[in-house]
């Protein structure tokens, strides 16, 4: 069998995006669903597998720009929509069209990240992606867990508002968090529309998404996307807060929006969608056995660029290392680099000298956005420490404050 790697041809998109609908198990989309992501789709930065006149692969680049420790942004090459025909799979198509990305990626010569999110996490580690964030998901019951609210809360003033008219605020509020936690993904123009994807087939019979704002000092400071899917039985009102997302400034008006779902009439469960491991409601909650607190991978990162990526972010004490890096995939990375950098910034350079920690560039993707411990991948025997001390220098350096969290898939 031969394949053809083409770029997209904005007039076959339906085509294309078939293929991929087909690949994730033929259930077709609702209208308003797959408009937005044609929409959004980079056709110059998308390709197809061609075996002769049948598209049997898809895979596509967004680009994004990335939220990481020290509060910079970093431009990253979003991967998505990637499918292998069923009849096509273990011929090399998913291998030809990572191939091909990644150096589509290193000739621009923009973006030193790559960053996916995997439906299944086994695939992509043999192409150098590495799981960097996780997200948790709860199910708070909300007749058992009671919320202690900071002072300041009974000072915001909620307010319901209409989903639409309420997205300039929402994402006024959002731009402002995205520095605060690394992962987070700068919104650029038609990604607002993302969280608002609403497709009643997709409900469960919950209600249309519902908004409300807090307001703090009379300027928005926050605010809440959910539904609500009613339920009865023989003891009454037990309706579940569907929570899409929510984002505040300061903590009373966080809490305040979080004593709000809590209290809404004849619901007895709040059901999160992704939110930080460290998000702060675990530490309002009376007991967090019963919000029923389960973890997954989210965001999975490639350096691209080693250098380039490692003087991107900054550290938060000072380190000066030498990293023995291996990279079968992208063999330009190979090698040992020299990592200067402190909470001002950083440069990462080739060098000769000893190394102080050997490490596999999935393994630094995993660890790039401080929500993985050098010393956690060093007790798998994924990190090898050659100098003494380094790798507690390295893991501290590494780390972030906050943990890393992608808000929306892509």
């Known amino acids: 069998m031969r394949t053809e790697l083409r770029v997209l041809d904005p007039s076959i998109w339906d085509d294309w995006y078939g293929k991929l609908v087909l690949a994730f198990g033929g259930v077709p989309e609702a209208p308003e669903e797959s408009a937005l992501w044609r929409e959004l789709t980079e056709c110059e930065r998308s390709i197809g597998a061609w075996d002769g006149a049948d598209i049997v692969g898809t895979a596509g680049l967004f680009s994004f720009r990335l939220s990481v420790p020290g509060g910079g942004i970093v431009p990253a090459a979003g991967v998505t929509m ?5 009849t096509h799979r273990r011929r090399g198509v998913l291998r030809a069209m ?16 790559a960053v996916l999110t995997a439906s299944e996490p086994d695939i992509y580690g043999r192409f150098g992606y590495g799981a960097a964030t996780q997200a948790a998901y709860a199910e708070i019951d909300t007749t058992r867990v009671r919320l202690t609210v900071p002072e300041g ?6 307010r319901a508002v209409p989903l639409e008219s309420a997205v300039e605020a929402c994402e006024a509020v959002y731009a402002r968090r995205v520095r605060t936690r690394p992962g987070m993904l700068e919104r650029i123009p038609g990604w607002e529309r993302v969280p608002l994807l609403d497709p009643p ?12 704002l807090a307001e703090s000092g009379g300027e928005v400071s926050g605010y809440a996307r959910f539904a609500v899917k009613p339920d009865w039985d023989l003891a009454g009102p037990k309706g579940t807060v569907v929570l899409r997302d929510l984002e505040a400034l300061d903590p009373a008006s966080y809490a305040a929006l979080w004593r709000f779902l809590f209290d809404l009439d004849l619901t007895s469960v709040i059901r999160t969608g992704s939110r930080p491991v460290d998000d702060p409601w675990q530490f309002l909650a009376s007991d967090i056995r019963r919000c029923a607190v389960r973890l997954r ?13 490692l003087e991107a972010r900054t550290y938060t004490t000072p380190v000066e290392t030498v990293l023995e890096v291996t990279d079968p995939f992208c063999p330009w990375n190979e090698g040992r680099w020299r990592l200067s950098g402190d909470t001002k910034g950083a440069s990462c350079e080739r060098t000769d000298d000893a190394p102080d920690l050997r490490l596999g560039v999935r393994d630094l993707g995993a660890a790039y956005l401080g929500g993985v411990s050098l010393a956690a991948l060093a007790g798998a025997g994924r990190v090898q420490e050659a100098r003494h001390g380094a790798l507690t220098e390295a893991t501290t350096a590494f780390a972030s404050p906050v943990a890393p969290w992608l808000p929306h898939g892509f």
Not at 82 to 86: D, F, G, M, R, Y
Not at 297 to 309: C, Q
């Open 82 to 86: 990637v499918s292998v025909q069923a």
């Open 98 to 113: 990572m191939r091909r990305q990644l150096d589509d990626i290193r000739a621009a010569g923009e973006e030193p990240l």
């Open 201 to 212: 087939a997709d409900r469960e019979g919950a209600s249309p998404l519902r908004c409300v």
């Open 297 to 309: 991978d989210s965001l999975f990162v490639r350096l691209v660029d080693v250098g380039a990526a």
């Open 153 to 158: 809360a009974d000072a915001v003033r909620l």
